[in-house]
T-cell receptor, first 114, second 111 residues
Framework: DAGVTQSPTHLIKTRGQQVTLRCSPKSGHDTVSWYQQALGQGPQFIFQYYEEEERQRGNFPDRFSGHQFPNYSSELNVNALLLGDSALYLC?????????????FGPGTRLTVL | KQEVTQIPAALSVPEGENLVLNCSFTDSAIYNLQWFRQDPGKGLTSLLLIQSSQREQTSGRLNASLDKSSGRSTLYIAASQPGDSATYLCAVGSNDYKLSFGAGTTVTVRA
């Protein structure tokens, strides 16, 4: 049973560029959440997608956007990259409720902005 | 806004000693609390999930307790091993569909 997968593993971009990160949820899961983890800190919630719509959003600017596809996979897009966007981006998947179930995390994408 | 605090930030113990990791949260209206392990540069591995109606959960050498009224959870790891060295994160699930994380406790178990 494949767990949560993310691509790419690492990414280097320069300020002002745009980036797209991808996530495939664990088999049987239909809800995907994205988190940003800066070095030495706990993950911060970006947003959650369910039924191809953004269900909840954290305190992140509109430069951060996402999408969920009919097969439940998801993309995170970040426009106009800033140095402060350098972080580990984590994707988590869960079943429909998203509240009572364990959330399973992928290995993350390490984004470096120069 | 839910605030989650983990104390201590770092912990170093000799092999065989029991570990006690603390987590506190400000809003007791939670759905569940989850403990994760994170190895350097890696993703999160779920260790234990405690529903709001539960007082504790156990898995092997791990035991986690939850006291909602006081806003506290404790993770106990018995008979620590060098392989237990990692960062342990506490996360609180609330009715806004997100997990609120603490900054973690970095554990080093010395052989």
């Amino acid at each position: 049973d494949a767990g949560v997968t993310q691509s790419p593993t690492h990414l280097i971009k320069t300020r002002g560029q745009q980036v797209t990160l991808r996530c495939s949820p664990k088999s049987g899961h239909d809800t995907v959440s994205w988190y940003q983890q800066a070095l030495g800190q706990g993950p911060q919630f970006i947003f959650q997608y369910y039924e191809e719509e953004e269900r909840q959003r954290g305190n992140f600017p509109d430069r951060f956007s996402g999408h969920q596809f009919p097969n439940y996979s998801s993309e995170l897009n970040v426009n106009a990259l800033l140095l402060g966007d350098s972080a580990l981006y984590l994707c988590a998947s869960s079943r429909r409720t998203g509240l009572m179930d364990t959330q399973y995390f992928g290995p993350g994408t390490r984004l470096t902005v120069l | 806004k839910q605030e989650v605090t983990q104390i201590p930030a770092a912990l170093s113990v000799p092999e065989g000693e029991n570990l006690v990791l603390n987590c506190s949260f400000t809003d007791s209206a939670i759905y569940n609390l989850q403990w994760f392990r994170q190895d350097p540069g890696k993703g999160l591995t779920s260790l234990l999930l405690i529903q709001s109606s539960q007082r504790e959960q156990t898995s092997g050498r791990l035991n986690a307790s939850l006291d909602k009224s006081s806003g506290r959870s404790t993770l106990y790891i018995a008979a620590s091993q060098p392989g237990d060295s990692a960062t342990y994160l506490c996360a609180v699930g609330s009715n806004d569909y997100k997990l609120s994380f603490g900054a973690g406790t970095t554990v080093t178990v010395r052989a």
